[in-house]
């Protein structure tokens, strides 16, 4: 497969919406977010789908109270560029860290795809769309040498 101009010129672009998403959730900071989708982004996967900027925003806070802390690490990343649209696949390991009440300091991994849609608004590429299909997930101990937060 063969990638056109337009990816070539804008490869960089895109693996850094994914960057800044993951930096989102991670960080708490839904004002990137804000910035990279759309206004009538939809972010969906297993049980949950969230349209808008109003609703996806809700994503770093809710991932906030639910871990303690989390990973998203961007891995590999296919684009197709067609005009003012792209599709394509990133690939996600996300590390959620969380406190089990019998067995302690537990990490919840999730291996992710997303199919990612981008459409370019006023000269910026931006997500419109990421459906995460979850591969498979593991569960395993952690050791946390400080507290956190």
């Not at 809710?62 to 197709?80: A, G, I």
Request: a negative charge.
């Amino acid at each position: 497969m063969q990638a056109s101009e337009d990816f070539n010129s804008d490869r960089h672009v895109f693996r850094q919406l994914a960057e800044l998403y993951a930096q989102a959730a991670d960080r708490n900071r839904p004002e990137l977010l804000d910035a990279i989708l759309t206004e009538d982004a939809i972010v969906e996967g297993p049980g949950f789908r969230l349209v808008g900027r109003a609703e996806i925003r809700g994503i770093s806070a809710m991932l906030q109270q639910r871990y303690r802390l989390t990973r998203h690490v961007v891995e590999n990343q296919t684009v197709t560029v067609e005009g003012k649209q792209a599709q394509g696949e990133t690939y996600c390991t996300a590390r959620h860290l969380y406190d089990d009440p019998q067995a302690g300091a537990q990490v919840l991994v999730w291996y992710i795809r997303y199919q990612d849609q981008f459409v370019l608004v006023d000269g910026r590429w931006r997500f419109a769309h990421r459906h995460l299909v979850l591969d498979w997930t593991e569960i395993c101990s952690a050791t946390v040498p400080v507290p956190l937060r």
